[in-house]
């Protein structure tokens, strides 16, 4: 916990009024959304005003102390737990200004505490479109989103976070503000700061601004959802839609168990007996939707597509889309512990890795769900269990252990979106090298010599 004498510190840059520093209000910031130990951190410092960063920064390494930026705490990877009972947690929540939306030249300026869902919306009343759309978007931070490099349901056509910051200004271990970046479409300007920070997990520095891209929208869409009998056939389709040369704005899929949990959940008539479901939405010029979607329609019937339902208008098309954006609350409330994880394949071998997701459950006798983004080969195998079964659990991490082995057997990667933090560290040498490890730490303590941003997120700090 904080002394009295670091904490009046803190009270004197940001106010008393935001420095939190009971057990209550500490133990609020001790976990995120990753099944993973929490750690009650030393105190909460919430600044209100970007320019009391560079204060609070240079506070925590006169004195040593670890830092973990947090917005609104939907990580799935442990990335803002604190690492230290002395940790400071910086909140940007109160970091939610839009600065700016510009009509003329297509870029908005926010602060890292925005939250995404209400902007995009902003945006959208506007006239333009922000693509990004991770599933917790309507909580989630822009901060958080370009930390994480987020993806969602439209990364397939649109690309993820990172295809969309055109600058940051963030705030360097001295306490120094570091501008990066342009609102110009093209900049050559030094070194390409700022998409190395996309990603980056607030291990270099902390987001204090962040200038997005925006593109017009599309002028017409069109969804259906297509049912199989089993997820082989519809990962088949999801190759031949692409062999097609057509690529959706969307394109998810939603295998037999979390079919089940989600109409469980919202009871909106979802065929219990299928053993697989592609949701898929094409966007663009309205004579393009209608030529994308005949195609679409005529592959998922050759691939054996048991029915496809077109929406016929824009009620029936949220119908169609429910099903997905339901489908981790659906699978949460459906037992005590819900353990989402993140693994991408090559588009080819997503029938292999659901074949092997299907053995990995049968072998470790543990349940799981699968959805994701299959457009990307990006899925979300949904562990369900009770972690205080602690026969249960050593079950689940063995079976956690065998799906990132086969992951990166089918030449996949640990994470399309959710990021490396503390949860996924033990495997990143497995897919890179002891080499990549080793240079990214020395990339690192450039940026931070005493290793307190962050530090035992994705490589550490130290080691």
């Given at each position: 916990?904080?002394?009295?004498s670091l904490?009046?510190?803190?009270?004197?840059?940001?106010?008393?009024?935001?420095?939190?520093?009971?057990?209550?209000?500490?133990?609020?910031?001790?976990?995120?959304?990753?099944?993973?130990?929490?750690?009650i951190?030393g105190?909460?410092?919430?600044?209100?005003?970007?320019?009391?960063?560079?204060?609070?920064?240079e506070?925590?390494?006169?004195?040593g102390?670890?830092?973990?930026?947090?917005?609104?705490?939907t990580?799935?990877?442990?990335?803002t737990?604190?690492?230290?009972?002395?940790?400071?947690?910086?909140?940007?929540?109160?970091?939610n200004?839009?600065?700016?939306?510009?009509?003329?030249?297509?870029?908005?300026?926010?602060?890292?505490?925005v939250?995404?869902?209400p902007?995009?919306?902003?945006?959208?009343?506007?006239?333009?479109?922000?693509?990004?759309?991770?599933?917790?978007?309507?909580?989630?931070?822009?901060?958080?989103?370009?930390?994480?490099?987020?993806?969602?349901?439209?990364?397939?056509?649109?690309?993820?976070t990172?295809?969309?910051?055109?600058?940051?200004?963030?705030?360097?271990?001295?306490?120094?503000?570091?501008?990066?970046?342009?609102?110009?479409?093209?900049c050559?300007?030094?070194?390409?700061?700022?998409?190395?920070?996309?990603?980056?997990?607030?291990?270099?520095?902390?987001?204090?601004?962040v200038?997005l891209k925006?593109?017009?929208p599309?002028?017409a869409s069109?969804?259906?959802?297509?049912?199989?009998?089993d997820?082989?056939?519809?990962?088949?389709?999801?190759a031949?839609?692409i062999?097609?040369h057509?690529?959706?704005?969307?394109?998810?899929?939603?295998?037999?168990?979390?079919?089940?949990?989600?109409?469980?959940?919202?009871?909106?008539?979802?065929?219990?007996?299928?053993?697989?479901?592609?949701?898929?939405?094409?966007?663009?010029?309205?004579?393009?939707?209608?030529?994308?979607?005949?195609?679409?329609?005529?592959?998922?019937?050759?691939?054996?597509?048991?029915?496809?339902v077109?929406a016929k208008?824009?009620?029936q098309?949220?119908?169609?889309?429910?099903?997905?954006?339901?489908?981790?609350?659906?699978?949460?409330?459906?037992?005590?512990t819900f353990?989402?994880?993140?693994?991408?394949?090559?588009?080819?071998?997503?029938?292999?890795?659901?074949?092997?997701l299907?053995?990995?459950?049968?072998?470790?006798?543990?349940?799981?769900?699968?959805?994701?983004?299959?457009?990307?080969?990006?899925?979300?195998?949904?562990?369900?269990c009770?972690?205080?079964?602690?026969?249960?659990?050593a079950r689940?991490?063995?079976?956690?252990?065998?799906l990132?082995?086969?992951?990166?057997?089918?030449?996949?990667?640990?994470?399309?979106?959710?990021?490396?933090?503390?949860?996924?560290?033990?495997?990143?040498?497995?897919?890179?090298?002891?080499?990549?490890?080793?240079?990214s730490?020395?990339?690192?303590?450039?940026?931070d010599?005493?290793?307190l941003f962050?530090?035992?997120?994705?490589?550490?700090?130290?080691?």
């Amino acid at each position: 916990m904080l002394s009295d004498s670091l904490a009046k510190e803190f009270e004197a840059i940001v106010g008393k009024e935001n420095v939190f520093t009971s057990e209550a209000d500490r133990q609020n910031y001790a976990y995120d959304s990753c099944v993973w130990a929490p750690c009650i951190p030393g105190g909460v410092v919430r600044p209100t005003r970007t320019e009391q960063l560079g204060p609070i920064i240079e506070l925590c390494y006169k004195e040593g102390l670890p830092m973990t930026v947090r917005g609104a705490g939907t990580n799935l990877s442990g990335g803002t737990i604190p690492d230290t009972t002395d940790t400071i947690v910086i909140l940007t929540t109160a970091l939610n200004r839009i600065l700016e939306i510009n009509t003329e030249d297509l870029y908005a300026i926010v602060e890292p505490g925005v939250i995404t869902a209400p902007m995009a919306a902003k945006i959208a009343s506007m006239g333009l479109f922000y693509p990004p759309d991770p599933g917790s978007m309507s909580v989630s931070t822009i901060g958080g989103n370009v930390a994480e490099n987020s993806g969602g349901l439209r990364g397939l056509k649109y690309g993820t976070t990172k295809d969309y910051v055109m600058g940051m200004e963030v705030y360097a271990n001295t306490g120094d503000l570091v501008r990066c970046g342009s609102r110009c479409v093209k900049c050559a300007t030094g070194y390409a700061i700022s998409p190395l920070m996309v990603g980056s997990e607030g291990t270099l520095a902390v987001t204090s601004q962040v200038t997005l891209k925006l593109v017009p929208p599309p002028k017409a869409s069109k969804a259906m959802m297509a049912l199989f009998t089993d997820m082989q056939s519809a990962s088949k389709a999801v190759a031949a839609i692409i062999s097609a040369h057509v690529v959706p704005c969307t394109l998810e899929f939603l295998d037999h168990a979390t079919i089940n949990y989600v109409e469980d959940y919202v009871k909106i008539g979802l065929p219990r007996d299928a053993g697989a479901m592609l949701l898929v939405e094409v966007d663009g010029h309205p004579a393009q939707v209608e030529d994308d979607a005949a195609v679409v329609e005529k592959v998922l019937k050759e691939c054996g597509s048991t029915e496809v339902v077109v929406a016929k208008d824009a009620e029936q098309k949220k119908n169609i889309w429910e099903a997905r954006r339901v489908a981790i609350p659906a699978l949460a409330r459906a037992k005590p512990t819900f353990m989402m994880e993140d693994v991408t394949v090559p588009r080819s071998k997503i029938p292999a890795m659901i074949a092997g997701l299907e053995k990995i459950a049968k072998d470790r006798n543990v349940t799981i769900a699968t959805f994701g983004h299959a457009g990307d080969g990006n899925l979300h195998p949904g562990i369900l269990c009770d972690k205080r079964d602690k026969q249960e659990w050593a079950r689940v991490e063995l079976a956690v252990d065998d799906l990132f082995n086969l992951g990166l057997e089918l030449k996949g990667t640990l994470s399309g979106e959710h990021g490396i933090g503390l949860a996924k560290k033990q495997w990143l040498e497995q897919e890179t090298s002891r080499g990549s490890i080793m240079f990214s730490r020395r990339l690192r303590n450039a940026f931070d010599p005493k290793g307190l941003f962050n530090p035992e997120k994705i490589v550490g700090a130290r080691g």
